[in-house]
């Protein structure tokens, strides 16, 4: 009886060099543990920001609606009024 051409060394280092791969692959890859890390760090991120521009956008539906025909907000209409135009009454101070 002759013996194998290869020998279980020859399985153990092919099984070996596999594991290694997948490994690597689990922790690095493109669904890896690293990715996932970055993915939920980025999530958190952006829910952050979705609070942020959320509450930019409550505060502009509150200036909208207190400028609007329904409901007139005359301080607010001042207020803008000299913002936009750049004008103050003959009586007041300005500082800067």
Do not use: C
């Not at 502009?60 to 009454?89: C, F, K, P």
């Amino acid at each position: 009886m002759s013996k194998p051409a290869f020998g279980p060394l020859f399985f153990f280092a092919i099984s070996f060099a596999l594991s290694l791969y997948f490994m690597f692959a689990a922790v690095q890859g493109d669904f890896g543990l690293f990715r996932r890390a970055e993915i939920l760090a980025e999530a958190n991120q952006m829910r952050d920001q979705l609070t942020k521009v959320r509450a930019e956008v409550a505060q502009m539906e509150n200036l909208t609606h207190r400028l609007s025909d329904d409901y007139l907000d005359l301080d607010l209409l001042d207020e803008q009024a000299r913002s936009v135009l750049g004008m103050v009454r003959a009586d007041e101070i300005v500082i800067r």
